[in-house]
């Protein structure tokens, strides 16, 4: 199906003689205070079609990358009888895949878990029910034949001005793919008229600083998000413990995520979980009072069903703030790192067995993690 792609759309006439740079700043202070935070561009594709790859590349930003934000649209269904699977809209995506220029993956995981549940959980976008994309004003809900609206984060930058990625050189770009899902992927019951896609997407960047040479905090480091299975699976009403893959880096953010053969997500989480790093115990509470957790720490966002995460981002109040946030309480792992999780027993799975992923938050440093307020 033809595409109609729109580049970044920053062409236009100048109107008279370019003006004098006005926000410049005396010199001295952190690189926030010298810079100031922008949004451009990047591309438009319309009519895409479900089951194909999104490949177009970004284009340079004078500045620093703190995120994309993408609008994505389904249109053109017909008809009265669509039904969205669980995971819908965002399951559109069956995969999302950011690398930097380096090709060292910055998120990777299916759409569900990379549109909805990293801007939800992560710490990279809004706080209280602005962190939830469902609440925003620009979400239009599937109706009856199948068509949608949502809008939706890729963040880079995990405390303020901290984790950006240079993008005024256009040979160290990020890379963005979207593979997108089948029609079954997104809908339980498929519209009468076939709906395409179109992905907007628009790039949050800092500014260049005018009249001083600085560089935002740790350039160079990263928040590294990969959607990975644990083992091994869990039986329904099974005692086991379930290894999450070798780690790396501080977390910030541990969501887990509970599925059954059928890839259903399910709430068969034990009635007291367990969680142990390197054999030690970790957290060891019940189920209930985890939720509540997550009630307190993501300022009351609805949790979905077979989804629980815990946030080492709240290092200054028991709520998760955002990018305010020093970093002191991020969790240190290596290569060597183990983290288990054991229920005894787990829940009743009808359609066993149960498979547990991880997205995990995973800050990996330039040289030294900086701790603290590098802003102030």
């Known amino acids: 199906m033809a595409a109609t792609t729109t580049n970044n759309g920053a ?44 490949t177009q590349p970004l284009v340079s930003t004078p500045g620093y990358l703190r995120g994309l934000r993408l609008k994505i649209t389904g249109s053109g269904g017909t008809g009265s009888a669509a039904v969205p699977v669980a995971d819908a809209p965002y399951s559109v995506a069956s995969l999302v895949t950011v690398k930097d ?6 998120i990777v995981a299916p759409g569900y878990e990379a549109l909805y549940l990293i801007p939800k959980y992560g710490g990279q976008f809004g706080t ?9 004003p620009s979400n239009v809900s599937m109706n009856a034949a199948g068509n949608y609206v949502f809008s939706t984060v890729l963040p880079f930058e995990f405390a303020k001005g901290y984790g950006v990625i ?12 979207v593979n997108t899902a089948a029609t079954s992927g997104v809908y339980a019951n498929a519209p009468g008229g076939s709906p395409v896609i179109s992905v907007q997407n628009d790039a949050d960047f800092y500014w260049l600083p005018e009249g001083v040479s600085i560089m935002p905090p740790g350039l160079g480091t990263t928040c590294q998000w990969v959607y990975q299975q644990c083992t091994p699976t869990i039986g329904s009403s ?25 890839g259903a997500r399910i709430d068969a989480w034990p009635s007291r979980l367990r969680i142990y790093v390197d054999g030690v115990p970790l957290i060891d509470s019940d189920i209930q009072t985890i939720y509540d957790d997550m009630y307190v ?20 109040a028991q709520e998760d703030f955002g990018l305010f946030d020093t970093g002191e309480t991020y969790l240190s792992t290596n290569p060597g790192t183990l983290i288990e999780v054991q229920g005894a027993p787990w829940g009743a799975v009808a359609n066993a067995p149960a498979t547990l992923s ?18 102030l």
């Open 11 to 54: 062409g236009g006439t100048a109107a008279g003689l370019p003006q004098p740079q006005t926000t410049v700043e005396p010199a001295g202070g952190p690189f926030i205070r010298h810079s100031q935070p922008g949004r451009r561009p990047m591309w438009n594709l319309t009519n895409q079609a479900y089951g194909g790859i999104i």
């Open 101 to 106: 220029a380096f090709g060292t993956p910055l």
């Open 128 to 136: 209280q029910e602005g962190r939830d994309i469902t609440n925003l």
């Open 166 to 177: 240079s993008g005024a050189n256009a040979s160290l770009l990020p890379t963005l793919i």
């Open 238 to 262: 099974s005692s086991v413990t379930v290894q999450l893959p070798r780690l790396g880096g501080y977390l910030n953010c541990l969501i887990l995520e509970l599925r059954d053969s059928t």
């Open 297 to 316: 720490s993501f300022q009351g966002t609805s949790r979905p069903t077979g989804v629980i995460a815990f946030s080492r981002r709240t290092s200054l």
């Open 358 to 375: 991880c997205i995990i938050g995973q800050v990996v440093p330039a040289g030294t993690l900086i701790q603290g307020l590098p802003e």
